[in-house]
């Protein structure tokens, strides 16, 4: 689960379990599990929510 807080439509907690919600978390360009991994000085993390919520191209 996420809280996005935002001025517009997209804002919202989402949840994986949720129908058509898929959260992906990386650490640059790798998969990560953000309930194991540690994080490291100079870590640079992205946090993707695809769903049927927002358009495909709204990061």
């Given at each position: 689960?996420?809280?996005?807080k ?7 907690t ?6 058509a ?11 990560v ?12 993390m992205?946090?993707?929510i ?10």
């Amino acid at each position: 689960m996420i809280t996005y807080k935002a001025n517009n439509a997209y804002g919202g907690t989402f949840r994986e379990t949720s129908n058509a919600t898929t959260i992906l978390t990386r650490q640059r360009w790798n998969d990560v599990n953000p309930q194991s991994y540690e994080l490291q000085d100079g870590d640079i993390m992205w946090v993707y929510i695809h769903t049927t919520r927002a358009p495909e191209n709204e990061h």
